[in-house]
């Protein structure tokens, strides 16, 4: 898969449900820095809105793109500041 942005790093939260991966999404992005870009691996379907839902109210973050292949979910998540 071609992204149109660089990836600072990796989360794999495949096996985990509700309400990890998100918990874990938070954690990591705490660590980033501004303009870094979260890639999460997850194999929870509801992580597609669950991570789109935290991303949309919650400032300092982007949720940049989401996919589904392989049975894994794919969520791309840049810290705005």
């Known amino acids: ?3 149109e ?3 600072t790093e990796t989360l794999d939260v495949k096996g985990a449900s509700c309400p990890m991966p998100v918990v874990k999404t938070k954690s990591a992005i705490d660590d980033l820095a501004g303009g870094d870009v979260l890639e999460v691996l997850a194999t ?3 992580s597609m809105s669950d991570i789109e839902g ?3 109210g919650t400032e ?3 949720l940049l793109d ?3 292949g392989d049975d894994v979910y ?3 998540v ?4």
């Open 1 to 3: 898969m071609s992204t």
């Open 5 to 7: 942005f660089d990836i």
């Open 44 to 46: 929870d379907a509801g």
């Open 54 to 56: 935290w991303a949309a």
């Open 60 to 62: 300092g973050v982007e």
């Open 66 to 68: 989401q996919s589904e």
């Open 74 to 76: 794919r969520h791309y």
């Open 78 to 81: 840049r810290k705005t500041e």
